[in-house]
């Protein structure tokens, strides 16, 4: 029978992961395209204080936290290997560190970054904003499903449990 803290701990990141899928679809679904649908200045200053105004909320523990509990998650896992539940519990974890914490660090973060150095009112920067939108999307589509897929593994996980 598995520990009832590992059973906890897959619920956990069956919540968060989906949590975390969420907040990512809203962006996919309709956030970036309403942003793309206002005047340049608009949407840049509107995404700048996103951008600021998240690394300030619950937003920040639960990004961290989450690939925190996959790291642990690997370790327990691969302890209980031959296990039903261990494949699906570290697929689960590596999908969300690399699809989601990886892409966030190597692709969103950077044009964040650019997008903050810009000042909305410029009109020459208008260019920054539309390959801001394009690309910054596509990996967030890219966060979406890996958050998406992890919850299921996830919930796989918890269902094969013994």
């Not at 697929?91 to 699809?99: C, L, N, R």
């Given at each position: 029978?598995?520990?009832?803290?590992?059973?906890?701990?897959?619920?956990?990141?069956?919540?968060?992961?989906?949590?975390?899928?969420?907040?990512?679809?809203?962006?996919?679904?309709?956030?970036?395209?309403?942003?793309?649908?206002?005047?340049?200045?608009?949407?840049?200053?509107?995404?700048?204080?996103?951008?600021?105004?998240?690394?300030?909320?619950?937003?920040?523990?639960?990004?961290?936290?989450?690939?925190?509990?996959?790291?642990?998650?690997?370790?327990?896992?691969?302890?209980?290997?031959?296990?039903?539940?261990?494949?699906?519990?570290?697929?689960?974890?590596?999908?969300?560190?690399?699809?989601?914490?990886?892409?966030?660090?190597?692709?969103?973060?950077?044009?964040?970054?650019?997008?903050?150095?810009?000042?909305?009112?410029?009109?020459?920067?208008?260019?920054?904003?539309?390959?801001?939108?394009?690309?910054?999307?596509?990996?967030?589509?890219?966060?979406?499903?890996?958050?998406?897929?992890a919850c299921a593994l996830f919930i796989a996980a918890v269902s094969r449990t013994s």
């Amino acid at each position: 029978m598995a520990h009832p803290g590992y059973i906890g701990l897959l619920w956990a990141l069956a919540v968060t992961t989906g949590v975390m899928a969420g907040v990512y679809f809203a962006f996919s679904a309709f956030v970036m395209s309403s942003l793309a649908q206002i005047e340049d200045f608009s949407g840049i200053a509107a995404m700048q204080s996103i951008n600021k105004v998240i690394v300030n909320s619950l937003f920040l523990p639960l990004f961290f936290g989450t690939t925190l509990l996959c790291v642990i998650t690997i370790v327990l896992a691969a302890l209980r290997w031959g296990e039903p539940d261990a494949a699906s519990a570290i697929a689960g974890s590596i999908v969300y560190i690399v699809g989601m914490f990886l892409c966030t660090l190597i692709f969103n973060i950077p044009l964040n970054n650019a997008l903050d150095k810009i000042d909305p009112a410029s009109t020459s920067d208008g260019h920054v904003w539309q390959h801001y939108l394009i690309v910054w999307t596509r990996w967030n589509h890219v966060r979406t499903v890996s958050c998406t897929a992890a919850c299921a593994l996830f919930i796989a996980a918890v269902s094969r449990t013994s």
